[in-house]
């Protein structure tokens, strides 16, 4: 049975910075694209950042300049470096793996609660 698990939530300060880690247990690690969703409270979820296999990066416009995504295969985990936060980045961060050629995620993280607040 294939885990991915998250870990690194919490709850911060205005212009703090956290790193969320997203690790896996598939056999191979490096053939799929990875994915930061979030799901902030009365709203749907969104995407906050993808990596690709060759590491292309893309990111919501919300987080651009704040947050960085990047991959180690040899650990099996991507990583999310939330800089600068804010109060409405509050919500849960999913991750999620997805296969070549797929839009749709087949394997999901259980979540990490992210809290800015004053």
């Known amino acids: 049975q294939v885990q991915v698990a998250e870990s690194g939530g919490g709850l911060v300060q205005p212009g703090e910075s956290l790193r969320l880690s997203c690790a896996a247990s598939v056999s191979i690690f490096s053939i799929y694209n990875v994915a930061w969703f979030r799901q902030a409270l009365g709203k749907q979820r969104e995407l906050v950042a993808q990596?690709?296999?060759?590491?292309?990066?893309n990111y919501a416009d919300s987080v651009k300049g704040r947050f960085t995504i990047s991959r180690d295969n040899a650990k099996k985990t991507v990583y999310l470096q939330m800089n600068a936060l804010k109060p409405e980045d509050t919500a849960i961060y999913y991750c999620g793996l997805k296969r070549r050629g797929e839009s749709t995620v087949v394997y999901w993280g259980q979540g990490t609660q992210v809290t800015v607040s004053s």
């Open positions: 990596i690709g296999i060759s590491s292309p990066t």
